[in-house]
């Protein structure tokens, strides 16, 4: 009686999952009950007690345990003069390149960004320069071009005002923000 | 300037009285005010006065064009125009000029003039000017204007003036397109001005709340390229200014930028990179649509700009390691060839009117600041003193640089003679100024 029971939650679940696709908002990632896709390497959700526990991580097609929290994290940022991507965002990205990959149906625009010295168009080319560095990572994992655009801002869109270096680290980055 | 230093209360409050004509004169929101300061003069600036005009008509003169005549010469920095309240006298005819009292004001020349109602709306603005030390006559002119003509009438005024006394020709009737943003509660808004070169009569040309920047004049000083973020992505246009229509010259795929206007307008030099992002140069003419690659390098290739006889094109590119100036021929023929070797970042040029130095962006020792170099003896020379200096114009008549800089936090214009001598900041009553661009003078 309880293996049907579970049985039969996990398989509401799952679809509920499928319905949702993959544009569920990062922010509710976490508070959806898991969900076990077909061919994943996630852990299985503790669904066999009546009531609900806290909850375990949501994971998209492709997803691994882990990857939600890091999908959450949607601004890499530069040193400054170059588009070289820091290791402490490797993982970010193998993660965001894995929720792209395992659903061709989302798209990402990342936005390139340069702090404000120096002049405008050149620094169009800087931004530009660090929305490719990260194109070339998820592409390389296997995320398709038709899901990738770039646009680069600039010193045009600031995260932060101010001329000193707190804010121009700040404004060494590139944004991903996902469309359908 | 000799006299500003030995007042500078007065100095300020002629700024002040400067400004409230703006505000007066000015149509378009009023956020968008620009103020002119002077901060730093020249002590071999000529003194002068002009005398305040005498007025001959019913009501109150149409404008106080000692005032604005004053102003446009002592923004040019060549001339110290003194304060009308230590004027011995006031002259308004040849018969009332007293050579003597201006010689004891050490005055080198004397400006009068009057403003004489005709008819219904109809001024005749005279203006006489004086060398004090041979006590004769150099320029005496009239110019008939309506109320509402008799601004641009009293600059050109100032042109005429200006060329007499310098030899060169003035740049007073000109204008000056710029970028304002202001912050409203959660963003921003970004507006395209053209203004008079004074800040007189911003009028907005295009507003957005994505980004607005580049903005170029076509040479008959009728059209402005620019580039609008409007729609989540780049793309430049040309706008008519005298009717608000515009044509989007290219939104291709990946950045489109820096708009630069041909000498005979036919042409655009554009920055282009596709979806790889290579950023590289090519021509559009918007008429036909025809266009033509420039550069094909891995670098970023941008910031281009014509030369005044339209066979080369100077931009900025970081092929060598970090942005430098570069030049090609517009026909495509042979290769670039790098022009700027002092300093480590070299960007964004200009051509003087005579093609004979670039202004741009350099690198002085970490601060980025506004350059002259002469390409023929390949010297660099620094004439901005700020931390934050881009976007450097050149006026028609190759004397003044404006540019974008800033001070206490906020973007401001900032205009400084090509010698280096002569300095002043514009600012704006509200929000951030930036990207200035001089029109051409005039086609009339």
Avoid at chain 2, 127 to 143: K, N
Wanted: proline content about 5%.
């Amino acid at each position: 009686m309880q293996s049907k029971l579970s049985t039969l939650l996990i398989i509401c679940l799952i679809l509920a999952g499928c319905a949702k696709g993959g544009t569920q908002p990062d922010a509710d990632a976490a508070d959806t009950a898991g969900v076990a896709a077909e061919g994943d390497r996630s852990r299985q959700a503790g669904l066999d007690t009546g009531g609900l526990d806290g909850g375990s991580e949501y994971l998209e097609p492709g997803m691994v345990a882990g990857d939600s929290a890091l999908i959450r994290e949607t601004v890499i940022y530069f040193d400054f003069d170059t588009a070289r991507i820091r290791p402490e965002f490797s993982e970010i990205l193998a993660a965001h390149a894995r929720r792209l990959s395992g659903n061709p149906r989302l798209s990402v625009r990342l936005e390139g960004h340069a702090d404000e010295r120096g002049s405008r168009e050149y620094n169009i080319g800087l931004g530009e320069r660090r929305a490719q560095a990260v194109r070339q990572v998820l592409m390389l994992q296997g995320v398709g071009a038709a899901q990738i655009t770039t646009v680069s801002y600039g010193e045009e869109r600031p995260a932060v005002r101010g001329s000193d270096e707190v804010a121009w680290e700040r404004n060494r980055r590139v944004e991903l923000a996902y469309t359908e | 300037m000799g006299r500003e230093a030995r007042n500078p209360v007065v100095g300020i409050a002629r700024v002040a009285l400067f400004s409230m004509l703006l505000s007066w004169a000015a149509i378009g929101p009023a956020a968008a005010q620009l103020r002119i300061e002077i901060n730093r003069g020249v002590s071999e600036a000529v003194p002068i006065a002009v005398v305040p005009f005498r007025y001959d008509g019913r009501g109150q003169t149409p404008l106080d064009v000692a005032e604005l005549i004053g102003g446009d010469l002592e923004r040019s920095g060549r001339f110290a125009p003194m304060d009308r309240n230590d004027m011995i006298s006031r002259p308004g005819s040849a018969r009332e000029v007293d050579f003597s009292d201006w010689r004891l004001l050490k005055t080198d020349y004397v400006i009068i003039g009057s403003v004489v109602e005709g008819g219904q709306d109809r001024y005749t603005l005279r203006f006489q000017v004086f060398d004090v030390f041979r006590g004769t006559q150099v320029l005496s002119y009239q110019i008939p204007a309506s109320a509402e003509q008799m601004r641009a009438a009293a600059h050109r005024a100032s042109d005429m003036i200006f060329e007499k006394l310098t030899g060169v020709p003035g740049a007073f009737s000109t204008r000056i397109a710029y970028v304002s943003v202001t912050n409203g509660a959660d963003d921003e808004q970004y507006r395209l001005f053209v203004a008079d070169a004074d800040g007189a009569n911003p009028q907005v040309v295009a507003e957005s709340d994505q980004p607005i920047m580049s903005p170029g004049w076509s040479p008959d000083g009728r059209r402005l390229a620019y580039v609008s973020f409007e729609g989540g992505h780049s793309a430049v246009y040309v706008q008519e200014l005298a009717t608000g229509r515009r044509q989007q010259v290219s939104a291709r795929p990946g950045i489109n930028g820096a708009p630069s206007f041909s000498p005979d307008g036919r042409w655009l030099a554009i920055v282009l990179s596709g979806v790889d992002g290579n950023l590289d140069i090519h021509l559009i003419n918007p008429a036909t649509g025809q266009t033509r690659r420039l550069t094909r390098n891995p670098a970023i290739d941008t910031e281009p700009v014509w030369s005044p006889d339209g066979k080369q094109i100077y931009f900025t590119s970081d092929r060598s390691g970090g942005p430098q100036i570069y030049r090609l021929a517009a026909d495509g023929s042979g290769g670039p060839s790098r022009v700027t070797f002092e300093g480590r970042y070299n960007a964004r040029p200009r051509l003087t009117p005579d093609g004979e130095n670039l202004v741009l962006v350099h690198n002085d020792r970490g601060n980025y600041r506004i350059a002259l170099v002469d390409l023929e003896r390949s010297t660099t020379q620094v004439l901005s003193d700020g931390r934050q200096d881009e976007s450097p114009s050149i006026a028609p008549n190759g004397t003044m640089i404006i540019f974008a800089t800033r001070r206490a936090g906020r973007g401001m214009l900032a205009a400084v003679s090509t010698d280096g001598r002569v300095s002043q900041t514009i600012a704006s009553v509200a929000g951030d100024v930036r990207e200035p661009v001089w029109s051409p003078f005039p086609a009339d």
